[in-house]
């Protein structure tokens, strides 16, 4: 039989469990034991869910409290000395929640350690912070206990734990230049004899197989980093476990030759994301080697084509027999709990989608088409998911003619605008603005009224006009509000989004809503991307309503909000029937519809964020010019059709600019905002070296944070901008949205920031 196994398996639970237990806990609503229960609940029930889909491990050291790196980096005894862990005590669950959250219910609060995306995903770890010359010890039990439950409830475990390369590669401290920074490989000596201990205890709990997984063998690894495999995976060796090494995201490229002769007794491959990378192992395995193909898609919702992917896998099976496993690509973190919760979605486009549990269903199937041993449910399970492949293959909702008839000609729409110069010409001309104009990024606090109103409107207790008129309230008060402080180019607030993708999925065609498709951010926090299953088509205006009563209201200049094809990309399911780029170009020009319906209707300025356009970046640098190509792309297609005096501008979150300078001035956008404020203007280097060509907001106040803004601290951070670029291209504003907070710091910090602009403009 083919050995099936999994991964990891999402630790939130359905109804978000964790979630709701971990936050009652940290607000000191609940004792650490029922948390503790909720765990070993959630945990168990996931355990159980595997061992009936077949799988005959089931893997441990998925489930983390809030993140799995932090969970090992804990294991390791790498604490921080801020949180004052003392040498030889076990670290505590609150000690991990302080370098988490800065604060838990016992433990004197401190600096919160840094988070990071994990790879491309919209998941984020809490980045190790290694000291220098890092010691460490095994300084917490949970994952060996973990074990022993698994194994008293009956099951056989597989722990699965980030290998050392990959661990230390993510780690960083004062110490350590950067990711891949050799000097952080001198701390192996340490760390290998403790990683040993760990494998001789899970040894000695009868442990067999234990998944070490290394993703960062699918990046552009610097030589030293290279050559340390050899040496890391002879000591591990050392344990008498058979080690399967994991990688997921991408191919090993040039990588592969570092598993020749490596010392471990299988692979795992993403063969979704890197159907050539099981050739490519397979090719370099000794003869004992298992391979284990990562064939069902851990990071996208969409039903396997079982008949193709047997298929690739039988000349394998024929090769290695009972050495061939199959698997989920990499973690089902990445995606929702269980379609069954969905009663909102129908039939046919349910039938489309897995979720983990489906995907584990899916990976049994396989198993049978493989070895020949599908029994009659099995038959008809496998029946029925190729019917549901054959009616999305065929379906009128993903092949849109009239979309596809715009995608025919879409190289001939222009992508070019007049010249920057002659553009803000007409702009300044047509605005009027003073220098150093002020503005925000759009979103005005959401009261608990907004929240309600939207809410009771949705589930239909509030009419349709009572609902108009409540937003129309909300967006004179934030025109007058922004009028009385004295800002220069206004917003109507956003009082109608919940968020800034699911308010413009919801009024395309092609988009899906999910009530419970939740997958983990980072902490508690999960996110419901949205299902974009079929051609994109914008069937009526979407923001101009709103847009062109708040410029109803008042004679300064209304900004239009939209949110821009990358980021609606970005932060969805996306369809796997066609290349990204086209579905984002569809975005695109649903996008440049609207766009000019709002020129048509007199904004005479219109953003587009795109706070995800870095996120998009794939893994090798290699790869990188391709994507920012059909990016840039999508956003001129968006924004070109305007006229020169429509000034067009973009805002991105926290971001490094310096390696894609070029694409971000390539945008052309009239206006760029950008957080800056809290690198102190460093940021704006890149802008400087690259000599970017127009105008620019470099954001002057941390909106993440209550504390109102000085005034003259703004007025010297502007300074500091002056001096890196000319004065008449900058731009006064926040560095994000402000609908995280409240109206009393609002005021004071718009406030603040207006009058800072006043200091300016009297100085220049
Ligand atoms: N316009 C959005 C807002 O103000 C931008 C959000 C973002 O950059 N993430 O909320
Ligand atoms: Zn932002």
């Not at 609940?30 to 996931?46: F, I, K, M, P, V």
Request: aromatic letters at 8%; one cysteine or more; proline letters at 5%.
């Amino acid at each position: 039989m083919t050995i099936i196994h999994n991964l990891g398996f999402p630790r939130m639970g359905a109804q978000r469990e964790l979630k709701r237990s971990l936050e009652a806990y940290w607000a000191g609503q609940t004792s650490q034991e029922e948390l503790l229960e909720t765990g070993r609940s959630l945990r168990a029930h996931h355990w159980d869910l595997q061992s009936k889909a077949g799988l005959d491990t089931v893997p441990i050291g998925d489930f983390a409290w809030y993140d799995q790196i932090l969970e090992w980096s804990t294991l390791l005894g790498v604490v921080p000395a801020r949180f004052a862990q003392a040498d030889n005590s076990p670290v505590s669950l609150d000690t991990m929640f302080r370098m988490a959250r800065g604060r838990a219910p016992s433990g004197t609060p401190a600096v919160a350690c840094e988070m990071t995306k994990w790879f491309d995903t919209n998941y984020h770890y809490i980045v190790p912070e290694l000291a220098p010359g890092q010691t460490f010890r095994i300084a917490r039990e949970s994952l060996f206990e973990q074990i022993e439950e698994a194994k008293t409830l009956g099951y056989k475990a597989k722990p699965v734990i980030p290998g050392p390369l990959t661990w230390l590669w993510l780690g960083k401290g004062d110490a350590y230049e950067g990711l891949a920074d050799v000097g952080k490989l001198a701390l192996l000596d340490a760390l290998l004899p403790v990683y040993e201990q760990v494998l001789t205890r899970f040894k000695a709990q009868g442990v067999e197989w234990v998944q070490i997984d290394e993703p960062i063998l699918v990046l552009d690894l610097p030589q030293q980093w290279q050559d340390a495999f050899g040496r890391v995976y002879q000591t591990l060796n050392q344990a008498g476990l058979s080690v399967l090494l994991a990688t997921y995201f991408d191919d090993f490229r040039e990588n592969v030759a570092l598993l020749k002769g490596l010392p471990i007794a299988g692979v795992h491959v993403d063969a979704v994301r890197a159907p050539a990378a099981l050739q490519a192992v397979h090719a370099v395995l000794g003869q004992e080697q298992i391979l284990s193909a990562g064939v069902i898609s851990g990071r996208n919702i969409w039903r396997t084509d079982l008949d193709k992917t047997a298929q690739t896998l039988q000349p394998l099976k024929e090769a290695l027999g009972e050495r061939l496993w199959i698997a989920p690509s990499c973690s089902l973190l990445h995606v929702p709990v269980d379609l069954h919760g969905e009663t909102g979605l129908d039939a046919e486009l349910t039938s489309w989608l897995s979720f983990a549990v489906q995907k584990l269903d899916e990976l049994r199937l396989l198993q049978g088409l493989l070895d020949g041993t599908l029994d009659e449910a099995g038959k008809q399970a496998v029946q029925a998911q190729r019917a549901a492949l054959k009616s999305r293959r065929e379906s009128r909702r993903t092949h849109n003619p009239s979309v596809q008839a715009q995608m025919a000609q879409i190289d001939k729409l222009t992508r070019q605008r007049a010249p920057f110069a002659q553009r803000i010409e007409a702009q300044r001309n047509k605005l009027k603005l003073p220098a150093y104009p002020t503005t925000t990024i759009g979103s005005f606090p959401q009261t608990i009224e907004i929240r309600t109103a939207r809410r009771d409107w949705r589930g239909g207790s509030l009419s349709d006009s009572a609902y108009e008129k409540a937003m129309q309230a909300e967006i004179e008060q934030v025109i007058r509000f922004q009028e009385r402080i004295g800002l220069d180019v206004l917003v109507h607030g956003e009082a109608e989004r919940n968020d800034m993708v699911e308010y413009f999925g919801e009024l395309l065609a092609g988009f899906a809503f999910t009530q419970n498709g939740w997958v983990q951010s980072y902490g508690s926090r999960c996110v419901k991307p949205p299902i974009i299953f079929g051609d994109v088509l914008r069937v009526a205006p979407m923001s101009v309503a709103w847009s062109s009563y708040a410029q109803s209201l008042t004679d300064l200049p209304v900004k239009g909000m939209l949110t821009g094809p990358v980021t609606m990309l970005q932060w969805s399911f996306v369809r796997d029937d066609q290349p990204r780029a086209d579905t984002c170009r569809q975005l695109a020009l649903a996008l440049r519809e609207e766009v000019s319906d709002l020129e048509q209707a007199g904004i005479h300025v219109i953003q587009l964020d795109e706070p995800a356009f870095r996120e998009g970046l794939p893994l090798r640098k290699g790869d990188w010019q391709v994507y920012l190509d059909w990016a840039v792309d999508c956003f001129r297609l968006s924004t070109s059709a305007v006229s020169d005096e429509t000034q067009i501008h973009t805002h991105m979150c926290y971001s490094e600019f310096n390696d894609i300078m070029q694409s971000i001035a390539d945008m052309d956008a009239d206006v760029i905002t950008i957080e800056t404020s809290r690198s102190n203007m460093l940021l704006l280097e890149a802008f400087e070296n690259f000599e970017y060509p127009n105008d620019i907001g470099p954001g002057v106040y941390d909106i993440h944070s209550p504390n109102v803004p000085d005034k003259d601290w703004m007025v010297r951070l502007m300074g500091e901008a002056a001096k890196r670029l000319p004065a008449d291209r900058l731009w006064v504003n926040p560095d994000c949205g402000l609908k995280t907070r409240g109206w009393t710091e609002t005021e004071a910090s718009l406030l603040a920031m207006v009058d800072a602009a006043k200091v300016l403009r009297a100085a220049a």
